[in-house]
């Protein structure tokens, strides 16, 4: 008996600031958070490719349970003595309750007079409760690795029941480090059996023995999550 999917749109953009839906030479995204074969999800703007870059991160961090984006108005005063509003382009929850602000920004347009602005957003939503701490992130604040493996996270996060459950196996009595073509091969299932695995490993089942780029011959360990 077949049965019949039904689309349900995911919720809206929690944007405070409206995100522009395009811009001429200028990197736009519309991401959808949180999906899964029961849940539509959550769509989540960036208004620029250091956004996104770092929205993958802080989505693939284990301890990482929402990413807000635009939230505010935070006031501020210039040196000249005229106010004007910051929003917050995105706000990490995080597992322990903790709200850590995230503002994208070139190192080439980090300016004293953007810095002494972020100070006083920075003390304005910490005051409001918005915030524990607000950090700025430049292109240099990304490491590489950590980038690469929260864009493969992304596109492997959709469940595979099948590969899933024989990868799950295949790892329980894992003793010492193994690559992961090795385990691949023990799925025998493909490229979904290496997905799958992709999948324990950010959910913390499996652990990269070394900091990498996450690839068939990269050794995995057990981790300390326990799947039962």
Request: aromatic share 6%.
């Amino acid at each position: 008996m077949s049965s019949t999917y039904f689309w349900d749109d995911p919720r809206p953009s929690r944007a405070v600031k409206p995100v522009p839906k395009s811009g001429h030479g200028h990197f736009v995204v519309q991401m959808v958070i949180h999906d899964t074969d029961e849940q539509p999800g959550q769509i989540s703007m960036c208004g620029s490719l250091g956004e996104y870059r770092t929205r993958l991160i802080a989505l693939a961090e284990p301890d990482t349970i929402d990413v807000i984006e635009q939230v505010g108005p935070f006031p501020w005063t210039d040196e000249k003595g005229e106010r004007h509003h910051h929003y917050i382009d995105q706000i990490v929850v995080k597992n322990d309750g903790r709200r850590l602000g995230l503002t994208d920004k070139p190192y080439r347009r980090v300016t004293p007079a953007f810095q002494a602005e972020i100070a006083q957003v920075d003390a304005e939503a910490r005051k409001r409760g918005a915030i524990n701490r607000l950090y700025l992130v430049t292109e240099y604040a990304r490491d590489p690795i950590k980038l690469y493996n929260a864009d493969l996270f992304r596109g492997c996060r959709d469940a595979d029941p099948e590969a899933d459950a024989l990868a799950l196996a295949v790892v329980t009595d894992l003793s010492g480090d193994v690559p992961l073509q090795s385990l691949v091969a023990e799925i025998n299932r493909g490229p979904r059996g290496f997905r799958a695995l992709v999948r324990l490993i950010q959910q913390g089942i499996l652990r990269l023995a070394h900091e990498e780029k996450i690839k068939p011959t990269t050794l995995v360990i057990r981790g300390e999550v326990s799947h039962v």
